[in-house]
């Protein structure tokens, strides 16, 4: 087995972090903060997306005819992971939509949403969990019924994080209203700004006090969103009425892998390392202390089995195979291992790293504590971890689904 990059792909590697020192300054820091939270996105933000763009980084691994570059899963990976980890903005044609627009979009499709993509300028949010139903997706309620050339759409979503600031949401729902359980469920591209949606703020743990902008873990905001009698063409129906749950299913398996989703977890486990080894007054003894470089050196242990994981999932993919419990396996152990690493730098750096922002004596304004926080939010999103090992159980060792539990239950796949 061999994990060493090509000479062409370390060579890209280099490309962008050079690109990286020159143009990603203060300004655009702060300007990717301001649009995170909602404020839109500033001159500076803009003019370094376009540079991007114009290098063909952005969805480099998409065909050329909807906007990448027909570049390998592996260039994606390498821009995406340089990108996230300077600067937490995601580049490589990840994330919820665009991947599953091409996968299962018509063609039509395709030429109306990835060229937009892949330029920044369409965005999604993922519409997937109700008030009663986050896992068992299959209790989907929000309907969405056929009238003509329309689709009339009515119900609730919830946890809808980025739905501020996403121009389309992907929407979930119940196609046939006499339909039970992952049967008669479609999935809908629909612009946000059509009539009848309404978005209202859930504010989390990270919002009071508020966490400092260069938190790297954990939402301020996630959202709940109505659907008032919303009508949609039935062009924004992506794969065949009825067939939603596989086209959902395969929309998150491929966003549960990818550098943004191992960075997110072991970033925190650099951050020690690099505060330990910065010569730091106050924490530069530490790095001489027995017990801490044991700590640091199987956080970073497992740092690494879970960029192995991902690279994995990427090369079973580069194979044009498709991955499931290897997904899962990512999901348990990327944010299980960002939870462990938050948790510890608490143990190391003592009291102080567990005050929130504004409190006297906070370390950083809080950077920390609000990791801390923010860390378990992973654990949960996207599929709880208890679900990801259940996948794993059952796909990845055959074990039977557990007695007592019905067939569809645990479907976040
Ligand atoms: C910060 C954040 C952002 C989110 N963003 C989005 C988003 O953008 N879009 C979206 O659609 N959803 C989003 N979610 C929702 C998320 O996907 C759900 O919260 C998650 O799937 C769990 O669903 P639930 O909250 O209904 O909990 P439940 O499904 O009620 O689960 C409660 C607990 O029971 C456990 N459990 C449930 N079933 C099983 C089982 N079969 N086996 C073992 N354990 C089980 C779970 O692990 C969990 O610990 C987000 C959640 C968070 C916290």
Redesign the pocket.
Known sequence: MDFAFSAEEESLRASVRSFIREHITDDVRRELADAHAGRGKGPALLAVQDAIFRRGWLAISWPKEYGGQGGSLVTQYIVEEEFIRACDMRVGGGGTGGPAVLACGTEEQKREFLPGCARLQISF?????EPH????LAGIRCRAIREGDEYVVNGQ?I????AQNATHIFLLARTDPESRRQAGLSVFLVPMDTPGITVRPLW?IQNEPQAPPHTTYG?AR?NEVFFDNVKVPASCLLGQEGDGWNVTQRGLNLDRVGAWRYLMSVRRTEDVVNLLKSGDAAVGHLSHDPAVRDKVADLWTEAQMCRLMTMRSLSIAARAGSFSYEGSGEKVAGPEHGVRATEAIGQILGPHAELLNGSPGAIDSGVFAHNLLGAF?ST????????MR?QIARKGLGMPRPAG?AGT??A?V
């Open positions: 949010c993922q519409g997937y969990s139903c986050g896992t068992d979503k946890y809808t994080t980025n989390t939402e996630t939010q949960v999103n996207h599929g709880s971890v208890q679900v259940d539990v239950r645990a976040r």
